[in-house]
DNA sequence: TAAGTCATGTAAAAAGTTACATGATTCT
DNA sequence: AGAATCATGTAACTTTTTACATGACTTA
């Protein structure tokens, strides 16, 4: 079992859905800190099928191609609530940007100050994106965002740990090309 | 070209070293945003001396085995100069501890409790660490740490957002086990 | 005497990406 | 007429991990 599993299951346990359906739904909601492809998708749910995590039934339509509906099974939701609270591995800690930054010494001030706006730019939009579905969330009718117990709670938690995450991320960008400009002003002095 | 090869140029832009001190040195400075195996890195030596941007040095030690000494030549200098200031495609967001959360709302919240408890002093030692060794940089002599063109102010600002990071984090920890504590005593009562 | 450090690798398996492949319907 | 959406996959390749393999010297 691959992390990417335990994802599949998790939408899994709220709704069934289709393979197609899962991969839009790993884009928006889990997109946001995982990720994976249409061609490791399909044969993961053939895998987790033949474990015995999830069951398909097929559903002709009208005027569509015929999709496979997936839901969970028991042990597919007992291995997941299992998982969920097994302890972690130390993160896999890969960020191209910061490997950059190691060697940025080396490189074009105004390249580089280029870049790192880019990247603030990028940050700051995602960063109105999540604060956008957080507001959504805790302007609806059911505060159910913040009773653990539900579903919304856990997106809603995932979303506050973006927010803060891309906040940050996108400071730290500006503090860079602040610093790389005035290299670039006393390099030209 | 993968980005494992511009974190090994990026130490050798720095200071010769044989693949076994690359691969220390691939732990501590480097280690906190990329990691990579032995296994992974000595071959991947071989391809870039092959591809022409690293030489080696055989070294004949006493009491020691031979070492292979690598050092860059002017087109590793070059690809990395480029690569640094090269675009960047989306970030890979990969954290399983979100993963987990997505579906934290089906686990045992004592339990969920413990493993945010557990990360977040994971976070707060990584913190610790990290503002070790930016105070260090900061009380030292030479204030290199604050001109982009030096490769110590390159390391100093990964640190800077390491720091953020590891602090935002742990805090958020903190939240989600609160939360979960008051959910679990609400569903005591 | 046992564990740790220095030193370099290979082999096999697993995970993940890119490209290929098809085809009907609906919207602009 | 062309692009987008629904729908499911396979093949080949690249990247990464895990396990295997060896051996001398140093420190507790």
Known sequence: MIPLDYALLGLLARAPRSGYDLIQHMEEPIGFFWH???SQIYPE???LEA???ITHTTVAQRDRPDKKVYEMTEAGRAALREWVVAPLRPPADRDELMLKTYSVWLA????AVELFRAQEQLHLER?????AIAARMEGSAE???LRPGAPRFAAYATLRRGIAYERGYAEWC????????????EQRR
Chains 1, 2 share one sequence.
């Open 108 to 111: 074009d001030p105004e390249q």
């Open 174 to 185: 500006r503090w860079m090309a602040a610093m790389l400009e005035d290299g670039a002003d």
């Open 45 to 47: 749910l053939a895998r």
């Open 51 to 53: 474990a015995g995590y």
């Open 36 to 38: 994976a492809r249409r």
């Open 143 to 145: 505060a159910d965002h």
């Open 127 to 131: 960063l109105a994106q999540y604060e």
